[in-house]
């Protein structure tokens, strides 16, 4: 994603922002851009409109792996504090008590995932097919302290599922437009607005996110067995040379995924790392992607 990139910072030694004098900070800073920063200006680099503290990324090195410059951007734990430098947050929908978070739940508003399924259902030696029941059936995840309640700072105890992003793609239609609340996410935004397209991914990025990306290309490295790594290729951005989704041939094909997989579009969450000069996604779990069936193509490819 493009949000969060910030082109100069503020520099000044001794300065905080929970204590420190703004307008002290204003006067007395230094404006740097991006390349002029070192790692022993850590900690001392703040937003030139919120002044909360900036890290740059990558930290150390000028450049991404994939040759794009190094930027400055907030860090999360100010996410509160408003600023025009952000892109603004999809709204998190909110709940005013326990009783009416489960209701959304039972009537399919809102699904809380406390994480995906690691690892693939037994199997009774049948080849699982692209939409088997038992490979995407939800269980039960733990009773957790869920950020999503209309009173400040208040958390609700709610029932968590352990998901796969296989079930999510099976009732897309219907997913589309529900409040999911992701792992470790601090708000139930909408399907539509918690996807993002991988067209529009430039940089590594180590949070995980929910990605969906059109396949233009897929096949398996090496000899060619279960056990080698297909490489499916995904449409991206032209400024990247290339982008991949990586996984062992045996479990992509579970997931649907063949060497005759073009123009199908597939969803996963997860970290996007370097890959040579270009950009990849790999170790992934079971759970953590699915092949969205072909009829609900025309939801995201617009
Ligand atoms: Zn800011």
């Known amino acids: 994603m493009s949000d969060n990139r910030i082109k100069s910072a503020l520099y000044l030694i001794g300065w905080n922002y929970e204590t420190g004098n703004k307008d002290h ?10 390349k002029e920063f070192d790692v022993s200006m850590k900690d001392k ?7 909360t503290p900036l890290t740059r990324r990558p930290l150390v090195e000028d450049f991404f792996t994939n040759g794009r410059e190094a930027f400055f951007s907030h860090l999360p734990s100010y996410s509160d504090v408003d600023c025009k430098l952000r892109v603004p947050k999809p709204e998190g929908q909110l709940y005013e008590t326990e009783e009416q978070a489960l209701e959304a739940i039972e009537n399919k508003q809102l699904a809380i995932i406390h994480k995906f399924k690691s690892e693939a259902p037994a199997e009774d030696d049948s080849e699982v097919d692209e939409y088997d029941q038992t490979a995407i059936e939800d269980v039960d995840g733990p009773i957790s302290a869920v950020p999503i309640s209309r009173h400040n700072g208040e958390n609700l105890d709610l029932p968590t599922k352990i998901s796969t992003v ?24 909408l399907l539509k607005e918690v996807l993002h397209n991988i067209e529009d991914v430039i940089d590594e990025d180590d949070e995980p996110k929910l990605y969906y990306g059109v396949i233009r290309g897929s096949f398996v490295a090496g000899q060619g067995t279960d056990s080698n790594v297909r490489m499916t290729r995904l449409v991206s951005n032209p400024l990247i040379k290339d982008f991949y989704f990586k996984d062992l041939n045996g479990i992509q094909k579970k997931h649907g995924i063949n060497d005759n997989s073009e123009g199908r579009i597939v969803i996963f969450w997860g970290k996007i790392t ?11 779990t079971w759970g953590e992607y699915g092949l969205l069936p072909e009829k609900y193509n025309s939801i995201l490819i617009k």
């Open 25 to 34: 900070l204003r006067r007395n800073a230094t404006s740097i851009i991006a």
């Open 45 to 51: 680099i703040f937003c030139p409109i919120c002044l």
């Open 166 to 189: 296989a079930g999510i793609c099976r009732k897309f239609n219907e997913n589309y437009y529900k409040y999911f609340y992701l792992p470790n996410a601090n708000a139930a935004i």
């Open 274 to 284: 370097p890959n040579g000069i270009g950009l990849c996604v790999e170790n992934l």
